[in-house]
């Protein structure tokens, strides 16, 4: 079964408004990291968080990490027409077989201007 | 001097047909990966390969055969293309181990007909 699910699918917001996505998980894992996904492109790799962390920042982003709850967000501040695309977590989960990401569903942010 | 690159971009093809679809890194990572997205962006690991040794085979049908020649290149052969098999194929890299980020190329848009 999928290991992470987001939350909420979709999101509209206007530009100058921050964007909170939510990601849940099963399993223990190594870390958990954020991708964007614009049309029709690859993944982008947007920031990594340890399973012994707790919060990340990195420009706009901030991530939180509660491993007790086995959940993430991401938090973009001041979001900009630009921010438009698909955010996924990635889970690399201890002990999986080989080196993997598993990924959650994504959720479609929408930055109108 | 793309990082992951894949070719072709789209393919269309015949139920029936073998189809292959290409990848190279030049960011000397030692770990090479196929994902496949489906029509609601879902991201499925198929394979990963470490040093041109298969270490992920995700239950994927047999008609996928996967194949490196060297580190650098991870090719994707479809034997008997069936309807199901339409999709985004992405390829990514990195380097072997947790905490890695993974690198994706643009993606392959297979459409079977």
């Known amino acids: 079964s999928q290991q992470g699910e987001e939350d909420p699918q979709a999101l509209s917001i206007q530009e100058g408004e921050n964007a909170t996505m939510n990601c849940s998980y099963k399993?223990?894992?190594?870390?958990l990291q954020w991708y964007r996904q614009n049309s029709g492109r690859g993944l982008v790799h947007l920031i990594l968080i340890r399973s012994n962390e707790r919060e990340k920042h990195s420009g706009r982003l901030r991530v939180t990490l509660d491993t007790s709850k086995k959940s993430s967000s991401l938090l973009i501040t001041a979001s900009r027409a630009a921010d438009t695309a698909s955010y996924f977590c990635a889970t690399d989960d201890l002990g999986a077989s080989g080196s993997r990401l598993t990924f959650g569903e994504g959720t479609q942010l929408t930055v109108n201007p | 001097d793309t990082a992951v690159s894949q070719t072709p971009k789209y393919l269309v093809t015949q139920m029936g047909n073998d189809k292959s679809i290409k990848c190279e890194q030049n960011?000397?990572?030692?770990?090479m990966y196929w994902y496949k997205q489906d029509s609601k962006k879902f991201l499925k690991i198929m394979f990963s390969y470490n040093n041109k040794e298969l270490i992920i085979n995700e239950t994927v049908p047999n008609r996928f055969s996967p194949k490196s020649p060297d580190k650098a290149h991870l090719n994707l052969h479809i034997n008997s293309l069936e309807l199901g098999d339409s999709a985004v194929y992405f390829c990514a890299s990195n380097r072997r181990g947790a905490n890695e980020k993974l690198f994706f190329g643009s993606g392959t848009q297979l459409s079977v007909l």
């Open positions: 960011l000397g990572h030692d770990t």
């Open positions: 399993t223990s894992i190594n870390n």
